[in-house]
Nanobody, 121 residues
Framework: VQLQASGGGLVQPGGSLRLSCAASGFTFRTYAIGWFRQTPGKGREFVANINSSGGTKSYHASVQGRLSISRDNANKVGYLELNSLNSGDTAVYYC???????????????WGQGTQVTVSS
């Protein structure tokens, strides 16, 4: 089971990025996927998740309306689109498979490598 996040980078405040999460080694279409982020000195924070079919999505309140999660099961890729970015969004972003969802939030199982997002002018 392997997940690889990519697409991070340096972006100006108000800008946008699209992160990708490429999956291999498992039946991607049968797993819910979650995105999390981590800043130095803090634990990983839930950002968003999407169920296996892509029909149900949940977001942390702090990103609701600015971030959009999606997936392409045919190509085994998950996406997180980040819009209207601000300095508070600066973090390492991780994708993960979800072993369960509680109150709409992903309980992570397998983690991918993270991708750094830096919002700065």
């Amino acid at each position: 089971v392997q997940l690889q996040a990519s697409g991070g980078g340096l972006v100006q405040p108000g800008g946008s990025l699209r992160l990708s999460c490429a999956a291999s080694g498992f039946t991607f279409r049968t797993y819910a996927i979650g995105w999390f982020r981590q800043t130095p000195g803090k634990g990983r924070e839930f950002v968003a998740n999407i169920n296996s079919s892509g029909g149900t999505k949940s977001y942390h309140a702090s990103v609701q309306g600015r971030l959009s999660i999606s997936r392409d099961n045919a190509n085994k890729v998950g996406y997180l689109e980040l819009n209207s970015l601000n300095s508070g969004d600066t973090a390492v972003y991780y994708c993960a498979t979800c072993r369960a969802r509680v109150a709409g939030r992903c309980l992570p199982d397998v983690w991918g490598q993270g991708t750094q997002v830096t919002v700065s002018s």
